[in-house]
């Protein structure tokens, strides 16, 4: 499948790398709506489209909501006359020791149990129901197949302090890759992607030293940029004979 052309439903559009892939797609020649849950970041994201190709239109809508993300469905494909191309971006981290004991006062501190279950909801959660209404609206109305693109992380390899974030992206994985089986018949494509540290308000929220000793880590001693990785994103939507696997884009770095 070609990206010229090509309809795309893009999740978490109006930061980071969601608003990247959205302004990329429309500027190769797709029409995309977007999702997001701030209304203000939509309004950026459509502004700064307003001088490319494709049509750009974002929805407020939460990945986690089911009742939303049924509606987001509808609404995309009503406006874009159709979908051809999922990409499940969105994505929230909430850090944390499983267990952590004070030196001083010997309390045992545990990771709450809210915290792991947004992060579930956001990241596994939202791609399932994401993933399950496309390919129902698509084989509802005999079309002619599409692509699924999950973005990942390279915390899916196990990341210390992330026990929800690492077990949300490796279980994205392992459904990209079962969802490239069950999908197949309907001429469904899925990938993933796993990027390592990227440049997006993610990052740059972090103390400096500290992104510093995580960057000494990356064999190439940079992050990457939400442009790198939308060059996998194109590849997954035009190489048509990828399915079910995950793209490492991360610089080297291995955890
Ligand atoms: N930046 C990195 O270094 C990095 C590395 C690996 C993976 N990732 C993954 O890439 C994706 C994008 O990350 P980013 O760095 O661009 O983050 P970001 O915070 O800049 O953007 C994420 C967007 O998702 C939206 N969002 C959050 N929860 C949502 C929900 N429930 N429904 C709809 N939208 C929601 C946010 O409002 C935000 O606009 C995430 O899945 C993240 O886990 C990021």
């Known amino acids: 499948m070609q990206v010229k052309g090509s309809k ?24 995309v709506a977007f999702c997001d849950l701030s209304e203000d970041g939509i309004a950026e994201t459509e ?24 509606d987001l469905i509808n609404q995309s494909w009503d406006a874009l006359g159709g979908l051809d191309v999922l990409v499940n971006n ?9 267990v952590k004991q004070d030196r001083e ?36 109305s005999r079309g002619k197949g599409g692509v699924v693109v999950n973005i990942s992380s390279v915390a899916r390899h196990g990341n210390m302090g992330q026990s929800n974030y690492s077990a949300a992206k490796a ?6 890759k079962l969802w490239a089986g069950e999908l197949a018949r309907y001429g469904i494509r899925t990938g993933a992607i796993a990027p390592g540290f990227i440049d997006t308000p993610i990052l740059q929220g972090m103390p400096p030293e500290m992104l510093e000793r995580l960057i000494k880590g990356v064999p190439l001693r940079r992050a990457g940029s939400p442009e790198e990785i939308y060059t996998a994103v194109k ?16 610089g080297g770095l291995t955890l």
């Open 235 to 250: 590849f997954i939507i035009e190489c048509d004979y990828f399915t079910g696997r995950c793209i490492d884009v991360d």
């Open 105 to 140: 006062t010997g309390e045992v501190r545990r990771f709450p149990l809210a915290k792991w279950q947004q992060v579930i909801d956001v990241d596994l959660t939202g791609p399932f129901l994401m993933t399950r209404e496309f390919a129902a609206k698509i084989i509802e």
């Open 8 to 31: 795309v439903l893009v999740t978490g559009g109006a930061s980071g790398m969601g608003r990247a892939f959205t302004l990329a797609l429309a500027r190769d020649g797709a029409d």
């Open 171 to 176: 279980g994205l994985v392992a459904d990209t």
């Open 47 to 70: 502004a700064a489209a307003a001088d490319l190709p494709g049509i750009v239109k974002g929805f407020i809508a939460n990945v986690a909501n089911e009742a939303q993300v049924v």
């Open 90 to 98: 969105a994505g929230i981290f909430r850090d944390g020791l499983l």
